[in-house]
């Protein structure tokens, strides 16, 4: 038998150690790219082509009736903050579609409409102030503008804020303040301007994310031997964190999206993932893409059309507008009326309908997560070592987003409307979804092929650049940095 010498051992051990820890990362992908039982018993059946063509025909001569089952037209005066986005534009259309007249509304946002659905028709008549809400007298003037004609200055004001920045994976103490400026200062600005203005309602939308708990995916070995999950792997979306519990501390929110959302204190309507404009980044991101990188097609979340969200919205405020509602301060969280959906189901109604060639390429979850570790290291040197921020080169491109925070969105997450949907009378909404994810989600891609049909209706043209609510962020996020840097260099004043 051979002698082994000390530097063997040692080079045996080494070998050992690698390949115990190779074994062990690949268990850990393993587990992330599973479901479990619990999840999989509440997931939607898998959406077969055949279905989703035929409801694909269907809407095309029968589209979705966004306006059904809204509350009675108030005679009110309404100021839609973040009115040019996905919440806050649904909520425009439908207090148009129900009859409120385009002078008693004013949107207040950063951006005009992009949506071609508020090009046209009388959403194009509405008022916009161009506002940053981030600046107490931006928001004062937007408020204080006269209403034209000015009978309608009369009526009683309601204010929807929607008006927020989405940075959805840091999680670093480093980066708080832009987001905290955003949204929670905007939100107090808001506030403070909606009441000053003789506001008497005031309702305020938020990601049901605020809940989620930063998932654990390193799961101790002797747990992973026994097949545990990791801890919060997957998680019920509901409105238990609100009631009788602190504030958690920030590590024990899964980034800086829900760590600051909400931080004005208003009640009002949380939404899960979002969808139903070209601009938004659960169906419109991967419709712009010819190739979907991806770890997450099992992963199985309740989603939520933008009309839904804000037929939850108009009836909050009949909610609000009744004396003595139990209502009032309090959250509601809202998804479409349908069992949760796996992301799968998603590519596969894109692979289906779409126009555009569409693939998916399959990512190996725990790589993504090493190198998730690796980026966030990155990003926050310069902030904890300034001296060397000009020798540190800036991540770039969408992998600038993957960080660790990301893996506690895409995990399983389950929502529900059930505190919303009892009778007013009983502390609800009597919120009743008017779409489902299927039908939201077909009759989106028929919409975004339309728009990209060739001529004559013969092929299609290129996919066309939308501005979503994570690349708003960042631009939004350079003009703070630019405007930052003149207003402290001294060559510039805002008269000039």
Same mark, same amino acid.
């Given at each position: 038998?051979?002698?082994?010498?000390?530097?063997?051992?040692?080079?045996?051990?080494?070998?050992?150690?690698?390949?115990?820890?190779?074994?062990?990362?690949?268990?850990?992908?393993?587990?992330?790219?599973?479901?479990?039982?619990?999840?999989?018993?509440?997931?939607?059946?898998?959406?077969?082509?055949?279905?989703?063509?035929?409801?694909? =025909?269907?809407?095309?001569?029968?589209?979705?009736?966004?306006?059904?089952?809204?509350?009675?037209?108030?005679?009110?005066?309404?100021?839609?903050?973040?009115?040019?986005?996905?919440?806050?534009?649904?909520?425009?259309?439908?207090?148009?579609?129900?009859?409120?007249?385009?002078?008693?509304?004013?949107?207040?946002?950063?951006?005009?409409?992009?949506?071609?659905?508020?090009?046209?028709?009388?959403?194009?008549?509405?008022?916009?102030?161009?506002?940053?809400?981030?600046?107490?007298?931006?928001?004062?003037?937007?408020?204080?503008?006269?209403?034209?004609?000015?009978?309608?200055?009369?009526?009683?004001?309601?204010?929807?804020?929607?008006?927020?920045?989405?940075?959805?994976?840091?999680?670093?103490?480093?980066?708080?303040?832009?987001? =905290?400026?955003?949204?929670?200062?905007?939100?107090?600005?808001?506030?403070?301007?909606?009441?000053?203005?003789?506001?008497?309602?005031?309702?305020?939308?938020?990601?049901?994310?605020?809940?989620?708990?930063?998932?654990?995916?390193?799961?101790?070995?002797?747990?992973?031997?026994?097949?545990?999950?990791?801890?919060?792997?997957?998680?019920?979306?509901?409105?238990?964190?609100?009631?009788?519990?602190?504030?958690?501390?920030?590590?024990?929110?899964?980034?800086?999206?829900?760590?600051?959302?909400?931080?004005?204190?208003?009640?009002?309507?949380?939404?899960?993932?979002?969808?139903?404009?070209?601009?938004?980044?659960?169906?419109?991101?991967?419709?712009?893409?010819?190739?979907?990188?991806?770890?997450?097609?099992?992963?199985?979340?309740?989603?939520?059309?933008?009309?839904?969200?804000?037929?939850?919205?108009?009836?909050?405020?009949?909610?609000?507008?009744?004396?003595?509602?139990?209502?009032?301060?309090?959250?509601?969280?809202?998804?479409?009326?349908?069992?949760?959906?796996?992301?799968?189901?998603?590519?596969?109604?894109?692979?289906?309908?779409?126009?555009?060639?569409?693939?998916?390429?399959?990512?190996?979850?725990?790589?993504?997560?090493?190198?998730?570790?690796?980026?966030?290291?990155?990003?926050?040197?310069?902030?904890?070592?300034?001296?060397?921020?000009?020798?540190?080169?800036?991540?770039?491109?969408?992998?600038?987003?993957?960080?660790?925070?990301?893996?506690?969105?895409?995990?399983?997450?389950?929502?529900?409307?059930?505190?919303?949907?009892?009778?007013?009378? =009983?502390?609800?909404?009597?919120?009743?979804?008017?779409?489902?994810?299927?039908?939201?989600?077909?009759?989106?891609?028929?919409?975004?092929?339309?728009?990209?049909?060739?001529?004559?209706?013969?092929?299609?043209?290129?996919?066309?650049?939308?501005?979503?609510?994570?690349?708003?962020?960042?631009?939004?996020?350079?003009?703070?940095?630019?405007?930052?840097?003149?207003?402290?260099?001294?060559?510039?004043?805002?008269?000039?």
């Amino acid at each position: 038998m051979k002698d082994y010498t000390p530097f063997d051992w040692l080079t045996v051990c080494a070998y050992l150690a690698v390949a115990l820890l190779l074994a062990y990362l690949a268990h850990i992908n393993y587990l992330l790219k599973g479901t479990p039982e619990e999840v999989r018993k509440l997931t939607d059946s898998p959406w077969q082509p055949a279905q989703l063509r035929d409801l694909y =025909e269907k809407l095309r001569t029968h589209p979705v009736d966004y306006t059904a089952n809204l509350p009675p037209k108030q005679n009110r005066r309404y100021v839609v903050t973040g009115g040019s986005g996905l919440v806050g534009g649904f909520i425009v259309l439908q207090l148009l579609a129900r009859g409120t007249p385009p002078q008693s509304i004013r949107i207040i946002d950063i951006r005009k409409p992009e949506r071609e659905d508020m090009k046209t028709g009388p959403a194009a008549d509405v008022d916009f102030a161009q506002t940053d809400i981030t600046s107490p007298s931006s928001v004062e003037h937007a408020f204080a503008r006269p209403w034209h004609p000015s009978a309608v200055a009369d009526l009683p004001l309601t204010v929807f804020h929607t008006a927020a920045v989405i940075i959805p994976s840091d999680r670093s103490k480093y980066v708080y303040a832009f987001p =905290e400026r955003v949204n929670v200062a905007g939100t107090r600005h808001v506030m403070e301007a909606a009441e000053r203005a003789g506001a008497d309602v005031l309702s305020v939308t938020s990601s049901a994310s605020i809940a989620i708990r930063p998932i654990e995916p390193f799961v101790a070995p002797w747990r992973a031997l026994s097949g545990k999950w990791p801890r919060h792997f997957w998680q019920v979306l509901d409105c238990r964190d609100f009631f009788g519990k602190p504030l958690r501390p920030h590590e024990e929110f899964f980034g800086e999206l829900p760590g600051v959302q909400g931080g004005g204190g208003a009640g009002g309507v949380r939404r899960e993932s979002v969808y139903g404009s070209p601009s938004d980044n659960i169906l419109g991101d991967p419709l712009s893409r010819a190739v979907m990188p991806t770890w997450a097609t099992h992963i199985v979340q309740s989603f939520v059309h933008g009309a839904n969200v804000a037929v939850a919205h108009l009836h909050h405020e009949a909610a609000l507008l009744r004396p003595d509602c139990p209502q009032a301060g309090r959250p509601f969280v809202v998804t479409d009326p349908n069992p949760p959906i796996a992301y799968d189901h998603i590519y596969t109604a894109i692979r289906t309908l779409s126009i555009h060639p569409f693939m998916v390429l399959p990512l190996p979850p725990a790589v993504m997560l090493l190198l998730a570790y690796a980026i966030e290291w990155w990003s926050v040197l310069p902030h904890k070592f300034p001296a060397l921020e000009p020798h540190i080169p800036a991540v770039r491109g969408d992998v600038r987003y993957l960080k660790p925070g990301l893996f506690s969105i895409c995990t399983h997450l389950v929502a529900t409307n059930a505190e919303a949907a009892h009778p007013v009378s =009983e502390g609800g909404l009597g919120y009743t979804g008017v779409t489902t994810t299927r039908e939201g989600m077909v009759q989106q891609i028929l919409a975004w092929n339309a728009e990209h049909a060739g001529a004559n209706g013969q092929g299609y043209i290129a996919r066309k650049a939308y501005t979503t609510s994570v690349s708003l962020a960042d631009h939004i996020q350079k003009l703070g940095m630019l405007s930052n840097t003149i207003t402290t260099s001294g060559r510039y004043t805002s008269e000039e």
